[in-house]
Each structure stands twice: as C-alpha cells, then as structure tokens.
C-alpha cells in the first residue's frame, strides 16, 4: 500500500499529456477510480461476511471495528475541526468566529434528532413481556454471570424477545445513519476541494484522499455488515423486516459514500473557472477573496464544520461510549481482548492522524 500511495500521483500524472484534454483525462480516471475504491472499502466486510473465499476471521472484523473507531476520531479532531476553523477565519465578514457555534449546533441538532428517533422507535416497536424482570433494558444477551433461568425468559421461543429486537436494530441503523451523513459531508468537502483544485494541486491531493477513502470505507463497511448477520438468526415477522431486504442497505450506503467526491469532481470540470481557483487565507494585498472564492471558502468551512460535530458526537457518544462504556460484554471479557480493542481504536486514531 505505501508503494501504491508513492506511484499514485506518478502513474495520474502519466496519464496526461499536457494542456486542458490531459487534465480533464486525469480527473475522469481519478473519479472513476476514486468511486471503485471507495465502493470496494466499504462494501467488502460485507461480501466477507456472506462470501466463503473472501471470508477473513472474526479477530479481523473485530480488530477493524476498533480500528475504525478511532479512525472516525482521528477525522473529526485532526481533520476536519481544524479545516472548519481555519477556512471560515480566512473569510471576510461575520463568519470567521462561525465554526465552533456551528459545531456546538450540529451537536445538539443531532442529539435532539436521536433522542427523539429513539423514543419514537421504543414507541413503534412491538411490546415485550417479562415474568421477572421490569427494567428497561431485560438480560436478552448471552451472559456469564446470569442464569440460563434469568437469561431466559418463561413462554418465550427466543432468548431475546421479537419488541427488543426489532429496537435494537433500528436503534443501530439510526446510529449508521448519522455516521453516514458526518462521513458524506466530509466526502463533500474533499469533493468540493478537488473539483476546484488547479492540476497541480488536484495530483499532490488526490493520493491522500484515496487513503482517506479506503479508512473511512471500512470503518463504515464494519458497521454496516453487523445489521446483517451471516446467517438468519431473526424470525420473519410482520414487525420483523426479512433478512433479505436488510442484505441491500450495506450496497446502498456503500454507493451512497462512494458517489460525493467522484460526482463533485465531475461538475468540477465543467466549471471554466475552477482550474483558476485555489483558496488561500486572504493578504495584505488582497484583504478578501474574489465574491466566488469567498462562497467556495465559506462553504468549506461550513461543511467541515458541521461534518466535524456529527462525527465527534458519533465518535465519542455512538462509538467510544458504546462499544466500550456501555458494552458489558466487553468490560467482562478476557484483558487480552480488551487490551487489542483498546490498542486498535489508538492505531487506527494514529494511522488517520498521519493519512
């Protein structure tokens, strides 16, 4: 991967041969392979999980999934709160003091948003009945330290009741969704980078946003292949949707993140001007950007600056807090175990870091 990374740029850069039509040929192969590689990160734990000859262990799957984790981190603190920053100080106006209420804002918005999808959902979801047990949240997961009477429940065919299934799953595709939508805006504001960029710079960014791609897809690709499970575990029921129409959201949300950057970069050759653009905090000189470069300005920093606070409310509430905080299973498994989680969410926070 890292000789793929150094020859990336050499092996664009040959396919041109010089002027406007060699330019153009460069960023048509750049999207294109921009849209297979990001399509093939996040759609391959997927076809892993559900394919015998790409199958890799669990270990894998488990390993990436904390990888992921701080890869997401890593993004939101190292990437893009700084870009949110630093693009709206270098725009004229109001807006240089915008980014961190915009990120205060989106953090609230999505919380709300969240808060109140999740009551709704407890609302929709069909009732479940315990005989012992009255808390929120009955012992439906396989645990050590219970009882098979406890884990149970009486007249029940499953251990874990059809209601508390059905929540769990929505529950966790809502969480996808908001990782969904912080990673496309960031994918927006790397597509609106490159479909302004001048040639030049179009080929020194394009190596690094390839690496970011790869990242941010498996980090997703992960997510997306546990609301699908190996093998049907869950009954078809009215209020249960068939494993097979679950088996198109992981394709879905994988076209979905591959399209931004490719489509924005095709829009970008069309524009006459964009070839000319390339953003800079304003000088002595000029104390604002031309009316145009300032929107494009502006618009970055909104972007990364709403990207920024989902993916930090994603990263710390959904992820950290779930995966570890709230997760009795891994608090009470093996220190090994724990150990590797705890060692891949910091290589993978590291590994964006320095992408």
Known sequence: MAQLRH????????????????????????????????????????????????????LAFFLAKHFGTGVILSTAFTHLLPDGFEKLASACGDVKNWAGFIIM???????????????????????HHWSK????????????????????????????????????????????VILQVGIMLHSLVIGVTLGIASPSSFRGLISAIIFHQVFEGLTLGVRLAALVPPTPSISTSPSTPPIRDQRLLPSIFSFLFALPI????????????????????????????????QKIIILQGVTCSVSAGLLIYVSCIELLAGDFMSDDEMR??????QVAALLSLVLGAVAMTFV
């Open 332 to 337: 009470r498994s093996k220190v090994k175990k």
């Open 133 to 176: 047990h009255d808390s929120l949240e009955p012992p439906y997961r396989d645990d050590p330290s219970l009882s098979d009477e406890e884990s149970e429940p009486p007249n029940l065919p499953n251990a874990q009741p059809e209601g508390s299934r059905v929540a769990e799953r929505r529950s966790k595709l809502l969480s996808i």
């Open 7 to 58: 020859d990336l740029p050499h092996m664009l850069a040959n396919t041109t041969l010089g002027g406007e039509h060699d330019d153009r040929s460069t960023r048509i192969f750049a999207t294109v392979f921009i849209f297979v590689i990001s399509f093939a990160a996040s759609i391959f734990p997927n076809l892993s999980q559900h394919t015998s000859f790409l199958r890799v262990p669990r």
């Open 105 to 127: 804002i989106s953090i609230l918005l999505i919380f709300h948003v969240e808060y109140i999808s999740h009551a709704y959902i407890d609302r929709i979801s069909p009732p």
């Open 262 to 293: 490719p489509l924005l970069i095709f829009i970008g050759m069309f524009l006459p001007f964009s070839s000319e653009l390339s953003p800079a905090p304003p000088d002595s000189h000029h104390p604002c950007p031309p009316p145009f470069e």
